[in-house]
């Protein structure tokens, strides 16, 4: 009993829940140019509007023509990550290394809220929009590197979100 205990233990401790956004949980990275790479600049790049139901995102950076709100957070072994989201650019991984390597889902126009679920299964990318498979952009994605969760914002766009949630197994 103690083993199962203490493999739930290890299991929560690996999951992260959030229904409302919290800037702690978040960084942003934009395009430094001297550099060639996708560099943390702090999540004030980006100004956050916290409403009753959900958290307005504004990229007020001022430096590229898109900057990335990432999750950090390391992705060891399979996981999913669920985000209901309203607004946005692209939706994916970035190379968190900050190399100029994506593989994302282009959002489009949204004026409603839909659930997002970005998943890694063994080898397998996947991203959901509210239940259906979406075909996802290769940009010099390199799957055996590490990558971090992003959400591209243009410059002066919103993106809204209700709610995360990070569920990962745990890898050993």
Not at 141 to 147: M, R
Request: aromatic residues 10%; charged residues 25%.
């Amino acid at each position: 009993m103690k083993i199962l205990a203490a493999i739930a233990l290890a299991f929560l401790a690996h999951n992260l829940t959030a229904a409302t956004f919290n800037p702690a949980d978040w960084d942003v990275r934009c395009w430094d140019f001297s550099k060639r790479l996708w560099t943390d600049q702090g999540i004030d790049k980006m100004t956050i509007v916290h409403g009753p139901d959900s958290t307005k995102v504004i990229n007020t950076s001022g430096i590229h023509k898109h900057a990335h709100l990432v999750f950090p957070a390391k992705l060891t072994g399979d996981f999913t990550f669920t985000i209901e989201l309203k607004g946005g650019y692209e939706l994916g991984w970035l190379n968190r290394n900050g190399k100029d390597e994506m593989l994302y889902l282009e959002l489009g126009e949204a004026n409603k809220f839909e659930t997002f679920e970005i998943k890694r299964t063994g080898t397998r990318f996947t991203i959901t929009r509210n239940g259906r498979p979406r075909s996802v952009v290769h940009h010099k994605f390199d799957y055996g590197q590490d990558a971090l969760i992003t959400l591209a914002i243009k410059q002066g766009d919103i993106a809204e979100i209700k709610s995360y949630r990070l569920n990962q197994s745990r890898s050993d």
